[in-house]
């Protein structure tokens, strides 16, 4: 059975039109297809940014059962719904920059809306968004306040901008090893002598030193502990090793690093553009932080 192509308007059959190479409606027996309304997110196809999309309602194998696809009526694009979106299962021309960065991916239909109108996936749009945040942290460009009551006294013109309960001071410490060698000899039942002499060898571990708060201010980063409490001066610090829960600390006058871990455990919103995104605090975070406050002391 001919039907019109929905671009040019010529008469053919089949699944393409022979003469512009648009979709054609489905009018076989197992599908059924009808167009969405003027306010839905199918109003433009995310593939090629032009046709429109349509429901088609095609029964499953034997004719059991029915499920409802979406196709672009000009490029031949399907989206498979898929839990509480639409995955992009097939296209025609599968070069195409849409089907190399979303294909076979599950999307809601925000984000293909967001796509077809020249946006981001929910997960594009937030990387993009902390990239930007990290880049505005590290100029000193951001303020940032986690946590509660820190336990110092701050100085003149001194803010607090993390004041983290139950943070672990770690440091490395020297662990020795060591085994007798040569033959052992039976003194009586049950005791022996060794004879030989004892190999001692020494490795470095990473041990908890003690536990307690750990404070970021303007002008210092301080730990005050159950058994000590350390206070550098912002510009006293050497270099930061961020890590995904930790960050490590070099500074002036101090050969070995302090690692305070447990970071993870403190939240922050960031909010770009009315977009808001809960970040766990990190590493990177604290460095980043610590170079945009250095930069602002000058």
Same mark, same amino acid.
């Given at each position: 059975?001919?039907? $019109?192509?929905?671009?040019?308007? =010529?008469?053919? *059959? ?55 696809? /979406? ?6 694009? &399907? ?22 960065? %979303? ?34 942290? $590290? ?27 139950? &943070?672990?001071?770690?440091?490395? $410490?020297? /662990?020795?090893?060591?085994? %007798?060698?040569?033959?052992? &000899? ?10 030989g002499g004892f190999s001692a060898q020494s490795h470095d571990e990473i041990k908890?030193?003690? *536990?307690?708060? =750990? ?8 730990? /005050? ?26 500074? *002036? ?6 690692? =305070?871990?447990?970071?993870? $455990? ?19 975070i604290i460095m980043y932080l610590i170079e945009g406050l250095v930069k602002q002391?000058?």
């Amino acid at each position: 059975m001919k039907v $019109r192509c929905p671009r040019c308007g =010529f008469l053919d *059959e089949g699944n393409f039109c022979s003469n512009c190479g648009a979709r054609l409606p489905s009018t076989g027996a197992d599908s059924k297809t009808k167009p969405v309304s003027p306010a839905s997110w199918l109003e433009k196809c995310p593939v090629c940014k032009t046709g429109k999309l349509l429901l088609v309602e095609k029964r499953g194998l034997l004719g059991i059962g029915k499920h409802q696809d /979406v196709e672009c009526n000009l490029c031949g694009a &399907v989206f498979v719904p898929k839990g509480k979106g639409y995955k992009l299962s097939k296209v025609n021309d599968t070069s195409s920059a849409t089907w190399k960065a %979303y294909g076979n991916k599950v999307l809601k239909e925000h984000e293909w809306a967001n796509i077809a109108n020249g946006g981001l996936s929910d997960e594009e749009q937030k990387s993009a968004d902390m990239e930007m945040w990290l880049s505005e942290l $590290r100029e000193g460009r951001v303020r940032i306040t986690v946590g509660g009551d820190a336990p110092i006294l701050p100085k003149r013109d001194e803010d607090i901008h993390i004041a983290l309960d139950g &943070v672990s001071l770690q440091e490395a $410490r020297a /662990v020795r090893t060591g085994s %007798y060698g040569g033959p052992s &000899v039976r003194l009586s039942k049950g005791l022996y002598f060794r004879v030989g002499g004892f190999s001692a060898q020494s490795h470095d571990e990473i041990k908890v030193i003690d *536990e307690g708060t =750990f404070v970021v201010t303007n002008k210092r980063l301080i730990f /005050v502990g159950k058994k000590r409490t350390y206070s550098v001066n912002l510009r006293k610090i050497i270099s930061v090793e961020p890590f995904e829960d930790a960050v490590g600390i070099s500074r *002036e006058g101090r050969q070995k690093v302090q690692y =305070f871990t447990g970071l993870d $455990r403190a939240k922050l919103t960031i909010t770009i553009d009315g977009r808001k995104h809960v970040e766990k605090l990190s590493g990177l975070i604290i460095m980043y932080l610590i170079e945009g406050l250095v930069k602002q002391l000058g």
